[in-house]
């Protein structure tokens, strides 16, 4: 196995947190024309705006380490299925109004840790992503949070459907606190967060919501792994990157 | 240029390129100028020699910030100013307490509610929302709808005098 390298580490790390929100951004922009009301549809799209907006800076910034000549656009376009290290919960389809608002919760609650982690970095750039991002993830969270409680706390019927997008897609949360080695490598100068020590403020933050949701936490079972660490994937993601490739495919180096 | 301007290394007169970036305006708020808007950040000569401006993106996703360089550039261009340069930069973190005081007049008299800083609503601190004064009949009688809007910058409010919907500036 080859050493790998500072810079390709970087690149990797940066690469690895714009897929999360390239592809969570992707699923949500799945909703547009089809919330159940307006204000609904707004809000999402303007939350995936935010997360493929820090998925830009990410990308830019991991081309530009990478100094080969490529762009954002060859990593969102024109890489294959086992380059992607998103996390397996930003992938997963969007099923109903509840499973997506449990997964912007979960995902909001890790981003805002994250992002606050991030702006402490010893690489300034990444810091910069970080500060900047943390102003859009708190709405995030703040959104998801609130539709989790009405859900929760509504009907029997709300409750049982959104403890069941709950209870399912706890499994791959065990995913979100585990590191890479590109990870490893960089927290020892500190560029890098240590997200094994963001479980317990998760833990806290979701128990918190849930509570006040009636909602039960899940019991940590098994975790569903690989993607983070290998590039393999649900079935489902090798849909996303069809739709979402597609014209560069057909037509290579087309713009807007 | 005069032989006699003290810093010679400068080819340009900065006061002239600010007001110059007065015309290039938010394509989203038509009347408001990225000067209004604090997303110019910074006019300077770079190493090489080119007019380069440093802008701020108000939020990540902003789909205007593209639009805005090339608009910069074309503005530039148009009154001399060879190959200017946009460049981006992140941090410190864009705010809405960079955005003027005209910015924040002209925005109201525009129909949407300018970003409020402070408040002296004491509910606040108990979790209760900030009063907005509606932009049209200046009652703070109004209620949010959303707290996400027509843009990625704006929230959703509702007169509740005068019962018109209006677009509320998020304070960042």
Redesign the interface.
């Known amino acids: 196995m080859t050493e790998l390298s500072k810079k390709d580490a970087l690149v990797q790390y940066a690469a690895q947190i714009g897929d999360n929100g390239l592809i969570i951004g992707h699923r949500m922009s799945e909703w547009c024309f089809r919330a159940p009301a307006l204000?609904m549809e707004?809000?999402l799209?303007?939350?995936a705006?935010?997360?493929?907006?820090?998925a830009?800076?990410l990308y830019t910034y991991a081309a530009v380490t990478q100094d080969e000549g490529k762009s954002e656009d060859d990593f969102a376009y024109l890489r294959d299925e086992q380059d992607f290290r998103n996390l397996l919960l930003t992938e997963v389809p969007n099923g109903d109004w509840g499973d997506t608002i449990v997964r912007l919760f979960l995902m909001s609650a890790y981003n805002k840790l994250f992002y606050t982690a991030l702006a402490n970095s010893k690489d300034?750039?990444l810091?910069?992503?970080g500060?900047?991002?943390i102003?859009?993830v708190i709405?995030h969270q703040?959104?998801s949070s609130e539709w989790l409680i009405r859900l929760g706390d509504g009907t029997p019927e709300s409750h049982d459907r959104v403890q069941k997008s709950l209870d399912t897609l706890w499994a791959y949360t065990g995913e979100l606190f585990t590191m890479t080695d590109a990870e490893t490598l960089l927290l020892a100068d500190g560029i890098a967060v240590d997200v094994t020590a963001l479980k317990a403020d998760w833990d806290q933050v979701v128990s918190d919501v849930l509570t006040q949701a009636t909602l039960t936490v899940p019991a940590d079972l098994w975790p569903q792994l690989g993607s983070k660490a290998e590039g393999r994937h649900t079935e489902h993601f090798g849909f996303i990157i069809t739709d979402m490739q597609f014209m560069q495919r057909r037509y290579p180096g087309c713009e807007w | 240029m005069t032989d006699s301007m003290t810093t010679p290394a400068k080819n340009f007169d900065p006061a002239a390129v600010w007001a110059i970036l007065e015309a290039v305006k938010d394509p989203e708020i038509p009347v408001l100028s990225i000067v209004d808007l604090g997303i110019a950040r910074e006019v300077k000569d770079n190493e090489d020699g080119h007019l380069e401006i440093v802008i701020s993106?108000t939020?990540?996703?902003?789909?205007a910030m593209y639009m805005l360089e090339e608009q910069i550039k074309e503005t530039l261009i148009h009154h001399g100013y060879p190959d200017p340069i946009v460049t981006t930069?992140?941090?410190?973190?864009?705010t809405t307490d960079w955005m003027t005081e005209s910015g924040k007049q002209k925005l109201e008299a525009y129909g949407i509610a300018p970003p409020e800083k402070t408040t002296s609503n004491k509910s606040v601190l108990f979790g209760g929302q900030k009063k907005i004064a509606c932009p049209r009949c200046k009652s703070e009688n109004s209620e949010q709808?959303?707290?996400?809007?027509?843009t990625?910058c704006k929230a959703?409010y509702r007169c509740l005098d005068c019962l018109e919907p209006f677009d509320y500036f998020k304070c960042?």
């Open positions: 204000e707004i809000a799209m303007n939350c705006l935010d997360l493929i907006g820090q830009r800076e300034a750039q810091a910069a992503i500060a900047k991002s102003k859009e709405y703040r959104f | 993106p939020y990540s996703g902003c789909p930069s992140l941090s410190p973190a864009w709808i959303s707290e996400f809007g027509s990625a959703l960042i």
